[in-house]
């Protein structure tokens, strides 16, 4: 398939809702090899940078296309980011992308494509000029977005989030400290001129300088190492995970947090690694096995206990919930056009669901670990705070740390360029003294 057709039907099945992460694979398989990293490229990078352009095709397009032509909305689009974001000669960039027109099979938009992109080369300066002072179109993220990032972080911290948002996102590996040391596997990096350094913050991370084919990585395939940002890499630690617990990872896949727990702590009597969707757990299996580890994969919800739990405690609970992922969005760009802010409500109040579902699972003096990849309060404090207020037996157990910043409830990483994801941990702990205390008198 011609690459720049297919990134414009991928760019069209954003706009009407689908998820990037969904439609990567599926249309990679349909772009020549040799072309993969510049589908990726340009996938990628209109979405990151759409917001921008979206203003752009305003001013350039004398009315906006039907949702039946999101194709060759999609096309306009990355036609603009080549022009303005890659090292591809503007020739090249606008014949390529006109002709992808015939291969979308709508003839009919050749000179508009065309005339669209001459007269965005023709009109740059004063373009940006126009839309120079409208935040959206500087900082490339919607207005909704950016008002909570700086009415809750101010302004030093909110453009640190946005900057590093519109970043390509660095690649981030975890070494299997079942298998050697982190010393020992960047030499083996070393040895293969792959550069490469020690994150910051978990004693197990490598930040690689550029991204790898994994099978370029000495031992993948082995289980030597997996791919993983360093802000997840933190989680398996701050459980302190103790031999013969019952451990239970709920919202598991991909699995990167369900092995991180089995490589740092093999003598758990069991991990229960529960994920909603049935067609995510593929992922979790693989990562599974080629790390030859295992754990009870159960397809259900986690926040309903009644269907899926056979009354043993568990001494340990990883909750990795579902949000609005806006400390990944540099992994995501899609997430720009596809959140609104109606959905942090709803999302809050799943995972303030998902909480009351599994506290009644976690032994007394037991500890759940509340985690978002969010840099939302909505997501995070807010919805620890309400859950403290109405669970009697709960309390905080601080996480004392030299990454983040301290928050009302755990502690809050941003998103930083070369650096980890944004990435929020509360911890929580049962117990015993507040369990006697409201027992009520007989």
Same mark, same amino acid.
């Given at each position: ?180 040391? @982190?010393?020992?596997?960047? /030499? *083996? =990096?070393?040895?293969? &001129?792959?550069?490469?350094?020690? +994150?910051?913050?978990?004693? %197990? ?38 031999p013969e617990q019952n451990v239970l990872d709920a919202c598991c896949a991909p699995g990167g947090k ?31 096995? @080629?790390?030859?580890?295992? /754990? *009870? =994969?159960?397809?259900? &919800?986690?926040?309903?206990?009644? +269907?899926?739990?056979?009354? %043993? ?67 995070n404090d807010q919805v620890v705070e309400k859950f403290l207020a109405e669970t009697p037996d709960a ?19 941003f998103p930083a360029v070369d650096g980890n994801d944004g990435f929020y941990y509360a911890r929580l ?14």
């Open positions: 398939m011609n690459t720049r057709a297919a990134v414009a039907e991928v760019i069209a099945q954003v706009l009407r809702g689908k998820s990037l992460s969904a439609l990567f694979p599926e249309y990679s398989h349909k772009v020549a090899a040799k072309e993969l990293s510049l589908f990726k490229e340009l996938c990628f990078g209109t979405l990151r940078w759409y917001p921008a352009i979206e203003l752009l095709l305003q001013e350039l397009m004398q009315k906006p296309l039907r949702e039946k032509e999101y194709e060759v909305q999609g096309l306009l689009a990355s036609g603009l980011y080549q022009l303005m974001h890659t090292r591809i000669a503007d020739h090249a960039a606008l014949n390529e992308t006109v002709a992808a027109v015939i291969k979308l099979k709508r003839p009919w938009a050749k000179g508009l494509v065309n005339g669209v992109l001459r007269n965005f080369l023709r009109q740059r300066d004063e373009l940006e000029t126009k839309l120079g002072k409208n935040p959206i179109y500087v900082r490339a993220h919607p207005q909704w977005l950016l008002d909570k990032f700086f009415s809750h972080w101010g302004s030093e911290i909110a453009l640190q989030i946005i900057d590093a948002n519109n970043q390509r996102a660095p690649m981030t590996l975890r070494v299997n400290q079942r298998k050697q040391s @982190r010393a020992d596997y960047l /030499a *083996q =990096l070393t040895a293969v &001129d792959i550069a490469a350094r020690a +994150t910051l913050f978990s004693p %197990q991370g490598i930040l690689l300088q550029s991204a790898t084919d994994v099978a370029e990585l000495p031992g993948f395939a082995d289980g030597a190492v997996s791919v993983q940002d360093e802000a997840a890499q933190l989680a398996a630690s701050l459980l302190e995970l103790e369900t092995c991180h727990i089995l490589e740092i702590q093999p003598e758990l009597r069991q991990l229960v690694a529960i994920e909603l969707e049935g067609r995510r757990t593929q992922r979790v299996e693989d990562n599974l096995q @080629r790390l030859g580890l295992e /754990a *009870q =994969l159960i397809v259900a &919800d986690a926040g309903k206990p009644e +269907t899926w739990w056979n009354k %043993q405690l568990f001494q340990r609970i990883l909750l990795d919930a579902p949000c609005s992922a806006s400390g990944v969005i540099r992994r995501h760009p899609d997430i720009k056009l596809l959140r609104k802010p109606a959905d942090i409500g709803k999302l809050a109040a799943v995972q303030l669901q998902l909480l009351r579902g599994l506290w009644q699972t976690l032994d007394t003096e037991g500890i759940l670990l509340y985690a978002t990849c969010s840099v939302l309060p909505d997501e309390e905080l157990y601080t996480i004392e740390a030299d990454w983040g910043i301290t928050t009302n409830c755990g502690r809050q990483l702990r049962k117990s015993r003294q507040k369990q006697a205390d409201n027992k009520p008198e007989e």
